[in-house]
């Protein structure tokens, strides 16, 4: 038996003594089936051909990703904080090499993920520290293929897990679409960690918003003014989107409200 993964989104299934047959995250048409057909991997596989790599971010800050690039290719976030440390969004791989290094970091006490394209493989990763909760918005509940009694689903606009570190339910890319408020962030102006719910576009001056990125379908503009209006009595410079390279390292609430305005203006 074994928790399959399909290596075009990352996302671990339940166990079965075969592959699953189809998986619905990339039947979706915010995702895609890869144009070779549906295919499968496993952590052991994973673990043979591709390593994790960590960076610095700031104080309190580490990325976590993957080489080569896997699945989607999200790196994920290490948020250091005197109450827990969390684990924004996730990875398809881990090893015992990286739960060495981040528990020498402090460890993990609770994983946040933004929506189900990074859900990845979330419960290895809660187990790897000690059963830890993986906190994931009730409205994405049906997108979750490995379910799990340490995932903890929260409901509502927004959830305080600790101190300066908020969860906000912003809809968009999903119904459960969360990004996180990191109060202590760039030296304590703040910081907002996206996910692509926002997404840092190339220039790293601007967001945009999509219900479908390898698609290119939109999001509505009521959506967009509904996202904005959540984030915005929230105090942030700096926005960590998905990828190690997507970051507004400065000015990222006027990003925000300089793009929204770009995006409704091109829409309309």
């Given amino acids: 038996m074994e928790n399959y993964i399909c290596t075009t989104c990352g996302t671990q299934f339940r166990e079965s003594a075969t592959p699953p047959d189809h998986c619905p995250i990339c039947e979706d048409e915010r995702q895609y089936v890869d144009p ?8 052991k596989k994973l673990r043979k051909n591709h390593k994790i790599v960590f960076q610095k971010k700031e104080s309190g800050l580490y990325g976590i990703g993957t080489t080569p690039e896997f699945g989607i290719g999200q790196r994920a976030l290490l948020v250091k904080s005197p109450q827990g440390n969390l684990l924004w969004d996730c990875i398809s791989l881990i090893d015992d090499a990286t739960v060495d290094l981040i528990t020498g970091l402090g460890g993990v006490d609770a994983i946040a993920i933004s929506h189900p394209h990074y859900y990845s493989a979330m419960v290895e990763w809660s187990r790897a520290f000690g059963d830890i909760p993986v906190y994931l918005h009730l409205r994405d509940r049906e997108w979750v293929q490995r379910p799990h009694e340490n995932i903890t689903y929260w409901e509502g606009s927004s959830k305080q897990l600790y101190d300066g570190l908020t969860l906000y339910n912003t809809g968009g890319h999903f119904a459960g679409g969360t990004v ?5 962030g760039s030296g304590g102006k703040g ?9 840092v576009v190339p220039d790293r001056r601007h967001v945009s918003f999509m219900y479908s990125y390898p698609n290119h379908i939109p999001l509505n503009g009521e959506t967009v003014e509904e996202i904005t209006a959540t984030i915005d ?36």
């Fill in 180 to 184: 996180l408020h990191w109060a202590y």
């Fill in 36 to 43: 070779d057909g549906q295919q499968w991997t496993t952590l």
């Fill in 233 to 268: 009595p929230l105090n942030y410079e700096r926005i960590y989107g998905a990828w190690w390279d997507r970051n507004i390292m400065k000015g990222g609430k006027k990003a925000v409200q300089n793009s929204a305005e770009r995006y409704l203006a091109a829409i309309q």
């Fill in 191 to 199: 910081a907002l960690l996206s996910g692509d719910i926002l997404q």
